[in-house]
């Protein structure tokens, strides 16, 4: 029996999938929002985690690295998650916080179930119709530090603001909106904002 | 029998939600992402639409114009909607498109199938939980000109695009960004941008 916890932020869908998922006989599932994943994870240990990556929280940007995945321990219960191509941002995400599995929104529920049987077993599963979607993250044109930058001005930060919070000159912060805005083929700053955020990367 | 085509971008969410859908003996479902939703509607005429206001193409705007409902044909499909309380601006449009059911995405799945066949019989159904975003809907505290204005600032256009598309001066989109941040309680333009995108309006 593979125990799977399913993380979805719409209700309704999710209540729908976790029904899906469980007229599996080899699959017993609960499901939670992200706000309730953490917690949830501790507390269940399931084998598998299916979670969608679109997180409906203001920023959002799902809380990967809260789920407790890291730490050395071997039965630590597997990632999988729902994703997109055509937000790399995400995937990369995804990579970073050590997901085993990726299954394509955009591609048909059976994925889904392989999917998970794969992961359970501590096995690789990547929808093939993910290919160009992990091609781009790899291709990820922002610094660590363009990003806090970026991420800042799109939460509405004047320069000012942006320099105070990184301790960084006013100078230095218009440097690297202007280095942001040619790196990502924009037109302007609100233009970046736009395609950062479109690719996931924000 | 009532026939129901069900509008969802995502292709695994929208193959489990028509499966489930399918199991009730009164309901004939047929399913299409968006792109193919004006198209199937003029061929299948089903008496139901119901789709998800998220759309997954750029401006992730449901084209909700293009599905035919307008026209004063009594046997016109009749339209249902998946949405959610946070994004004011697609019950908007939802209401402005003429639909007759609005199915809160938080809630259970069992509302869809109470609205579905409340809306094949010409009635309508709201889900509670919406109740909130459709006071906002109401409260929408842009006008026409501005949403224009603010929509192409949001596609990364300078000042001077915005004047040569709308044939208005340089100083008069310079006043109507000046309304836009007061109005929606921006720190700036960006912030403008950020707080209008998160409601659903742009």
Chains 1, 2 share one sequence.
Not at 91 to 103: D, I, K, M, P, W
Not at 105 to 127: C, D, H, M, N, Y
Not at 161 to 187: C, D, F, Q
């Amino acid at each position: 029996m593979i125990q799977v916890l399913l993380v979805h932020d719409g209700c309704l869908v999710r209540s729908v999938l976790a029904q899906w998922l469980s007229r599996e006989p080899d699959l017993q599932v609960d499901d939670v929002p992200w706000r309730r994943a953490p917690c949830h994870m501790r507390a269940l240990r399931p084998d598998v985690c299916a979670a969608d990556l679109d997180c409906s929280d203001t920023a959002g940007i799902p809380p990967l690295g809260e789920l407790g995945l890291r730490g050395g321990d071997q039965a630590l219960p597997r990632l999988l998650v729902l994703a997109t191509a055509n937000r790399p941002g995400l995937l990369r995400r995804a990579l970073e916080a050590g997901a085993l599995g990726y299954v394509d929104k955009t591609g048909t529920p059976e994925q889904l179930l392989r999917g998970i049987r794969k992961v359970a077993k501590g096995e690789r599963f990547v929808s093939e119709s993910l290919g160009f979607g992990f091609l781009k993250a790899a291709e990820m044109p922002l610094t660590r530090r363009e990003l806090s930058v970026l991420t800042l001005a799109a939460e509405g930060a004047s320069f000012a603001e942006i320099a105070g919070s990184l301790h960084l000159s006013h100078g230095t912060v218009r440097n690297y909106m202007a280095a942001i805005t040619r790196k990502t083929g924009a037109r302007n700053r609100i233009d970046a904002i736009r395609i950062s955020q479109g690719q996931g990367w924000l």
